[in-house]
C-alpha cells in the first residue's frame, strides 16, 4: 500500500450514461504499480492508483491548481497502525482519465512514501472516487473501467461472484477487500494496488490459514480466494491491524469488477 490512509470521501461523480469509460493505465517507475492522468486545474498529472488507499489525495504542490485552500486535519491509519495526519481541502473536481469527480480530497506529501528518485506524481486516486459506482480493474491490460448499468451485465456473464467486503470508515473512505478460505474461519484480504511488495498477512491470519512463517523472509503460499478458487502467492508475515493484504501482483492475474451500489464482485483469472 502507498498510503493506505482513511480519510473524506471524494464526493458526487460523473457516471457514464452511454458508454463505458476506459481510464488507461501506465507503468510507475519499472514496477508493478500504475498511474491514471488525473487534470487539476487544467494541468495533467500522473496520480498513483492506490485501490488500498481508502481516500483520494493531492500532493501540496497540486493544491494552488485545485483551487482550494486546506483546513481542518484529518487522522488516519496505514494497515500497519501507523497514524497518518493530513489537512482537508476542497471541494474540487477532478477529471481522471475523463471521468470526473467533485469534492473533498486529503492533501498529502508522498515523497517520503515513494523514496528518494522516485518519479513525481500529483497524488493517489483511491476507490472513493467511483464510490457508488461499478469498475472493472484489468491491471493486465493496464485498464480501469467504469461500467454503465448494461455493461456491468454483460461483463460479469464470464466471471464469477466472489465475496466482497467494501468498508466505509467515518471519514468517507472506501477499502475493499476480498474473503479468504481458512481452516479455522475466514480471513478478509486488503484489495491493494498500491501494493508492490509481497502479499502481507497478520501473524493470527498465517496461523487461520495453517500457514508458519518466520518474522522475515518470504514464502510461496496458496490462498482460496471464495468464489475464484485458489492462487499461488510470495507472501511475508507482517504486523497489522488487517488480516491481510494482496498486492498489485496478484491483481495483475485476474479481472476483478466492483459494484460499489449495491456491495458486489465478480472475478475471473486472466485468460490473456
Known amino acids: 500500500m502507498v498510503c493506505g490512509v482513511a480519510m473524506l470521501a471524494l464526493g458526487a461523480s460523473k457516471a457514464p450514461a452511454g458508454r463505458p469509460i476506459r481510464l488507461p493505465l501506465h507503468p510507475y517507475g519499472g514496477t508493478t504499480l500504475r498511474t491514471v492522468d488525473v487534470t487539476v486545474g ?35 491509519f496505514r494497515a500497519d497502525g501507523q497514524e497518518v495526519t493530513l489537512k482537508r481541502c476542497g471541494p ?28 513525481p506524481v500529483g497524488g493517489l486516486v483511491g476507490m472513493d472516487s467511483f464510490d457508488h459506482d461499478a469498475v472493472t480493474l484489468d491491471l493486465s491490460h493496464d485498464r480501469l473501467i467504469v461500467e454503465t448499468r448494461r455493461s456491468l451485465a ?83 508475515r507482517r504486523k497489522m491491524i488487517y488480516d491481510g493484504e494482496l498486492n498489485s501482483l496478484f491483481l495483475r492475474k485476474i479481472v476483478l469488477t466492483i459494484d460499489f451500489a449495491d456491495g458486489r464482485a465478480w472475478a475471473g483469472w486472466r485468460t490473456r
Request: proline share 6%; aromatic share 6%.
Open 92 to 119: 474540487v473536481t477532478l477529471d481522471i482519465a475523463g471521468y470526473r469527480a467533485r469534492g473533498e480530497v486529503g492533501v498529502f506529501n508522498l515523497d517520503a512514501l515513494l523514496g528518494k528518485g522516485a518519479p
Open 154 to 236: 454483460k461483463r460479469i456473464r464470464d466471471l464469477k461472484p466472489v465475496h466482497v467486503r467494501i468498508v466505509r470508515g467515518a471519514g468517507g473512505d472506501v477499502v475493499p477487500f476480498l474473503e479468504v478460505r481458512a481452516h479455522t474461519g475466514t480471513v478478509w484480504m486488503e484489495i491493494d494496488s498500491g501494493n508492490n511488495g509481497p502479499v502481507f498477512l497478520a501473524p493470527h491470519a498465517l496461523t487461520q490459514l495453517g500457514v508458519r512463517m518466520p518474522a522475515a523472509g518470504r514464502g510461496a503460499i496458496g490462498l482460496d480466494i471464495m468464489g475464484l478458487g485458489r492462487a499461488t502467492v510470495t507472501a511475508a
Open 42 to 76: 487544467g494541468e495533467v498529472r500522473p496520480f498513483i492508483l492506490d485501490t488500498g488507499a481508502g481516500f483520494t489525495v493531492i500532493d501540496p504542490d497540486e493544491v494552488g491548481k485545485a483551487g482550494c485552500s486546506p483546513f481542518g486535519r484529518v487522522v488516519g
